[in-house]
């Protein structure tokens, strides 16, 4: 049996933690908050089973990889998994993001075009860009505005990083203790916290280089696809409808937010089918 490799990758000036599996074209697996690459631990065998890499870094300041005081903007990050990809001689991917690795993904398909294959996007939002009305009709979640504020975030929750955390956590009962313990070792202490919360303090200038990105290009050339939660649902497929070339769209059932975990079988079978739809397209 293919077993998960772990790598520390040098690259844009930090080190990333790595989750590596299988062979084959490659799919890079970017978590969201409150998580790390182990979000993906039951969806990385099911994509090698299949034939392909599969790819699971930790994000800038999380988790296993570098803490850094800043960086945390998508231009940055999406530096960082470019430069991953390189480092890992890989010269094309598909790539698919969660919460917080939506933007992250998005924003690599459009600033490095020749090297993803394709886009897969997920419980999460491209910034403020139309199309995202029906989730936010009561406003963006609380936390957005807590975890925004220099320090107030890490001050508050710094010794009671397990109760606050199994909050975001508490729509996945069947989430396996060991993972669940992972992630809340990753963000325990006042370093790990503020990293995580930095992720939030660079919306503002996220949503700056979103629209830059584009004004410079308005279009995501490659295939693209939505995969519909039960949470932020299909927020992600309406702010695509209007600007993704070739857009698919795949709804899951029985899940709620952190859908790689509630239903890994039906979220890999997605990336797989995609895959495979987009390369009889040519």
Known sequence: MTMIEHLDVATNGIHLHVA???????VLLLHGWPHTGALWAEV???LADAGFRAIAPDLRGLGGSTRVAGGYDLYTQAADMAGLLAALEIQQAMVAGIDLGVGVAWMLAMRHRTLIRGLALSEGMIGDLPGAERFLARGAPWWF?????PGLAEAVIEGH?????DWFYKDVPAMPPEIRDAFVAAYSGREALRCGFEHY???AENGRQIREALADRP??????LAIVGGVVGDAIHGQLASIAR???RVDIADCHHIVPLEQPRAFADALIEFDRRSGDRG
């Open 201 to 203: 303090r660079s919306f």
């Open 161 to 165: 990083e397990g109760a606050y955390l």
């Open 246 to 248: 070739d857009l698919r």
């Open 20 to 26: 590596t599996m299988g062979q084959g074209p490659a």
């Open 145 to 149: 505005g807590f975890h925004s504020v």
């Open 44 to 46: 990385m065998p099911l």
């Open 219 to 224: 279009t995501v050339e490659q295939a693209t």
